[in-house]
């Protein structure tokens, strides 16, 4: 799925994780920092 996102946004980087991925230490920062780069219509 990364690799088909990344060439569908011009050769990007994409790097696919969920909030669980995230240190304890600094998830709840991280979430509140959040911002969608892109939302599906």
């Known amino acids: ?3 088909e996102l ?3 946004l011009g050769g990007r ?3 696919l ?3 669980l991925c995230l ?3 600094f998830r ?3 979430l509140a920092e959040a ?3 892109y939302v599906a219509a």
């Open 28 to 30: 709840e920062e991280v």
């Open 13 to 15: 980087k994409v790097d």
């Open 23 to 25: 240190s304890r230490f």
């Open 35 to 37: 911002e969608p780069l």
């Open 6 to 8: 990344s060439a569908l």
């Open 17 to 19: 994780n969920t909030p």
């Open 1 to 3: 799925m990364e690799l």
